[in-house]
């Protein structure tokens, strides 16, 4: 179905702007190995790195992040196996920088061990990890930067790291959502082609981030893996998935910086619940005549029918008038996938063996 959109926006040519994929993944809990789902285990290190490499895209092109909740299954760690879970969380960390990640934003899981723990890990990361509004309690100064400014395809991106305050205690705290962003977007819309916000957190607090009206781009959210759809006027919100088994593709077609983005898949969707609606309207309407004839005696229904068309016209607008458009594209890490051998050591370090089952080599 997403073909009808793509043509209709004239993405069957060649993309005209810059083009950026942004390699999202959110809620992975310290999976380094497949997870142990049914009825196939999906996911794993060595898997996404086999995923990464077959896009082929040059390192200009491409961006690596994490909304948050990577390092740890649990929020708070279990005494018997505190020093395992540590074991994994340093393991990640270093298949993370193997991979090339450019952000991971802090979420309660990362704090589960404790925050000089987090900040030893930190200190052996090649990426940046990200919070705008974590702070320690005795003086009040940020743990992590709050956003990293860095340039792809000659524009000029800001990904800003935020986080419900879902947990405290333990010498830190977060402060307020919606204040923060408000001190910290305007700052880097001055100088940003592009604003991604790396969001964990609730539903109640993104409605609440969606309905403020900051001029972001993109939410790349984690922690609730449910995506409410924000229509076609707010700002677009990929849903990540979680424990791993998903490397999700953001395609960016970007052709004047600055403007808004137009969701292709979410606008698909939308057109067509408005056709699913209308065939509705014309269940029982004789063969021999229009859908406009049939309603024009029932008022209830010929109102129906021009609030259907109106929104099937707006869709075509938007369509018409956009200029930088996203596809989202999730690729399902299972066995078809096969192991990147350079990272079968992370899964070995943790005491489990290769994952089993590897994928067909690569043409």
Known sequence: MIAVILLAAGCS?????TVLTIAATANVYGYVEPCDCRPEPLGGLPRRATALQRLNQPREALLVLDAGDLLFFDT???????EMQKHRARLMIEGCNRLGVDALNVGERELAAGLPFLRSLANSARFAILSANLIVDHDQTPVFPPYLMLERGGLHIAVIGISSPIITGGGYQFLPLLPTLEQIVPQVRETADLIILLFHGTRNDLDRIQAAGFPLDLILPSHDTIHQGYGLEGIPTIPLGSLGKVLNLVRLNITAPGERLLDLEQAQHILDLVEKQISRLARNKPKDMTLDEYVRDQPERLERKRELDAARSRIAELLEQARNTLIHER????????????????????????TGVSGPDDD
């Open 13 to 17: 040519k060649e993309p005209s702007g």
């Open 331 to 354: 690729i399902t890490l299972d066995k078809s996938i096969r192991d990147d051998a350079a990272y079968i050591d992370l899964v070995e370090g943790i005491g489990i063996g290769p």
């Open 76 to 82: 708070r760690l279990h005494p018997q196996t505190a």
